[in-house]
């Protein structure tokens, strides 16, 4: 595994920092069976659905979320 150094991720820019998340949590969402999910936050994610399902326009779509956070870049 690749060493990696928080110094150097501080250096990045706040959209390189993102597209690392993005890239991280791309390799752990391939395997949702690896990810344990207990009995409290299944309920908040059937929360979550159920809140989405009663008004699915109440959000803002990834793209536009990530443009807001890197603007001032």
């Known amino acids: 595994m690749a060493r ?3 110094d150097d991720i501080r250096e990045l820019s706040v959209a390189e920092r993102l597209r ?3 890239e991280i949590w791309e390799t752990i969402s391939s395997n949702p069976a690896a990810l344990p999910v207990t009995e409290e ?3 908040e994610l059937d929360r979550r659905v159920k809140l989405h399902n ?3 326009d109440a ?3 990834w793209s536009e979320v990530r443009s807001r956070l890197t603007q001032d870049e």
């Open 59 to 61: 959000v803002s779509p």
């Open 4 to 6: 990696i150094f928080l």
């Open 54 to 56: 009663e008004d699915p």
């Open 41 to 43: 936050q299944r309920q």
């Open 20 to 22: 690392l998340v993005e």
